[in-house]
C-alpha cells in the first residue's frame, strides 16, 4: 500500500462528488434509523464512540488488545460495565466462566471491537475526502501493519469482503499516479466513497448484532442457570377449579441446561429469577401461564396457573430425580 492517498481533485469533479457524498450519508442514515427501530432500547451514539476513540482503534493489533479497549474505555461507553469488569477480571476457574459463557462473551466482544474498528476506518475516509484534504497518511487511515493483519484475520466477518475491496482501489496503481485529469479523478473518488460506505453499512450492521448479543448476555446466563435448577424429572399436580376441582397427575422431564433437542413439548418460555419461575406452554393454540417458586431447597415447585380458556388454579411440583446429563 502506498504512503499517501491523494484526494487533490479539479473544481469540476466536485459536484458529482458532492452528489456522491449526500447519497451515502442519507444510505448511513436510514440503515442507522431502521437498526434504532428494530432492538428494544435506545442504541448507544456509535459514531461519537468511534470518533472519540479513533485513535485506539487504529492501533488494535490482536485480540488481547482489542479486549483491553473495550474493558478500559469502549464497555463502559457502551454503558456495559458490568461485561467489561467480567473479562477484566482474573482468570476464573473453567467451570465458572463456562457457567457465565465467558467463550461466547470474549467471541461477541472480539467481533464487536473489530467492525468499530473497520467503520472507524470508513468513517476516516468519508470524513478527509469530505473534507478536501490533499493528502492523507494511509498509516494514519489504517493504522499499523499489524493493525492491518488482525483486521484481515475477521475473514468471517460480513465486512470482510467490503475491506479487501477498499483496500485493493487503495493499493492500485491509479492511486500511485495520482488523479490525473478530471473524469478520471471524479470517478475513482466516487468509487473509493462508494466502497467506503459499503464497509460502513456492513461493520455497522455487524456492530449493532454485536452489541445487542452483548447486552443479553446476562439474560442468557440467567436462562441457563435457570434450566440448570429446573432439571429432572418431576411429578406435576395441577388441581383444576374451573373442572369441578379435577386434578390432574403427571410426569415432567426437564432437560439439562443448553439442550435444546429434548425441549418439553409446547414449553414456549421460560424465565428463573431467584426463587420464581415463570413457563408459559402453548399448544394447539392454547395458552397456558404458570408462576411457581422453589421450596425445600430446590426440591418442590408450588404455585399457581391461568390458561387461555379461563382455567385457574394450584401446581405442587415435587423432584422425583435430578439432572441427566
Known amino acids: 500500500m502506498r504512503n499517501h492517498i491523494l484526494v487533490a481533485r479539479p473544481a469540476p469533479s466536485r459536484i458529482g462528488l458532492a452528489l456522491a457524498m449526500t447519497i451515502v450519508s442519507t444510505l448511513v442514515a436510514c440503515y442507522s434509523a431502521r437498526a434504532g427501530e428494530y432492538l428494544t432500547s435506545s442504541t448507544p451514539d456509535f459514531p461519537s464512540i468511534i470518533r472519540t476513540h479513533s485513535d485506539q482503534l487504529g492501533k488494535i493489533d490482536s485480540d488481547k488488545e482489542a479486549i483491553s479497549l473495550f474493558v478500559l474505555a469502549i464497555g463502559p461507553a457502551l ?40 467503520w472507524r476506518l470508513a468513517l476516516t475516509i468519508r470524513q478527509a475526502i469530505s473534507d478536501q484534504q490533499s493528502s492523507m497518511e494511509t498509516d494514519r487511515l489504517y493504522g499499523s501493519p499489524q493493525t492491518n493483519a488482525w483486521l484481515a484475520q475477521q475473514a468471517n466477518a460480513s465486512w470482510h469482503d467490503s475491506l479487501n475491496q477498499l483496500s485493493d482501489v487503495v493499493a492500485s496503481s491509479e492511486w500511485g499516479k495520482g ?34 448479543r452483548i447486552r443479553s448476555w446476562k ?8 434450566q440448570t435448577r429446573l432439571c429432572g424429572t418431576w411429578q406435576w399436580i395441577i388441581h383444576n377449579h374451573q373442572q369441578h376441582h379435577q386434578e390432574q397427575k403427571l410426569t415432567l422431564l426437564f432437560p439439562p441446561a443448553g439442550n435444546t433437542k429434548a425441549t418439553l413439548v409446547g414449553l414456549a418460555e421460560t424465565i428463573v429469577l431467584g426463587e420464581n419461575v415463570y413457563l408459559r406452554w402453548e399448544v394447539d393454540g392454547r395458552v397456558q401461564e404458570d408462576s411457581l417458586q422453589f421450596s425445600k431447597e430446590g426440591q418442590r415447585l408450588e404455585g399457581t396457573f391461568v390458561n387461555s380458556e379461563g382455567g385457574w388454579g394450584s401446581i405442587s411440583g415435587k423432584r422425583t430425580s435430578g439432572c441427566a446429563s
Open 79 to 118: 454503558q456495559m460495565g458490568d461485561v467489561a469488569r467480567t473479562l477484566g477480571a482474573n482468570p476464573l476457574q473453567t467451570k465458572l466462566a463456562n457457567e457465565l459463557l465467558l467463550p461466547e462473551l470474549t467471541g461477541a466482544v472480539h467481533r464487536l471491537m473489530g467492525s468499530l474498528a473497520a
Open 179 to 212: 488523479i490525473q485529469g478530471e473524469s478520471s479523478g471524479s470517478t475513482l473518488l466516487i468509487a473509493v466513497l462508494e466502497k467506503a460506505a459499503r464497509l460502513e453499512l456492513n461493520a455497522m450492521q455487524t456492530g449493532f448484532q454485536e452489541w445487542d
Open 219 to 226: 439474560d442468557r446466563v440467567r436462562g441457563l442457570r435457570g
